[in-house]
């Protein structure tokens, strides 16, 4: 059963930096597509990142292109996300997400995950 915990979530000023964490367990992340979705009260979960097995390649949602960085440590079994220029319009509850099946990229999709962590908060400040 493959398990994921995201952390790094906090409160920060518009303008500022954050980086998430999403560690791996019960399994291998660097065979997963792994990715990154946020969520705010009465709306979808929104694509944010992800990033494909193997050759690492990367995807982006059109809102966080050029601000936001997906990358893993294979060695930590890790993925992150890092956050720069954070907007308010930022937060929201980030989760992470492992795609096991998927044979094409980027999986943008909620249902092309097959497992997800618990969320951690972001709050963005004005």
């Known amino acids: 059963q493959v398990q994921l915990v995201e952390s790094g979530g906090g409160l920060v000023q518009a303008g500022d930096s954050l980086r998430l964490s999403c560690a791996v367990s019960?399994?291998?992340?660097?065979?997963?597509?792994m990715g990154w979705f946020r969520q705010t009260p009465g709306k979808e979960r929104e694509f944010v990142a992800a990033i494909s097995r193997s050759i690492g390649r990367t995807g982006y949602g059109d809102s966080v292109k050029g601000r936001f960085t997906i990358s893993r440590d294979n060695a930590k079994n890790t993925v992150y996300l890092q956050m720069n220029s954070l907007k308010p319009e930022d937060t929201a509850v980030y989760y992470c997400?492992?795609?096991?099946?998927?044979?094409?990229?980027?999986?943008?999709?909620?249902?092309?995950?097959?497992?997800w962590g618990q969320g951690t908060q972001v709050t963005v400040s004005s």
């Open positions: 019960g399994g291998t992340s660097s065979r997963y597509t």
């Open positions: 997400g492992a795609d096991l099946t998927t044979s094409y990229f980027p999986t943008t999709r909620t249902y092309e995950y097959d497992y």
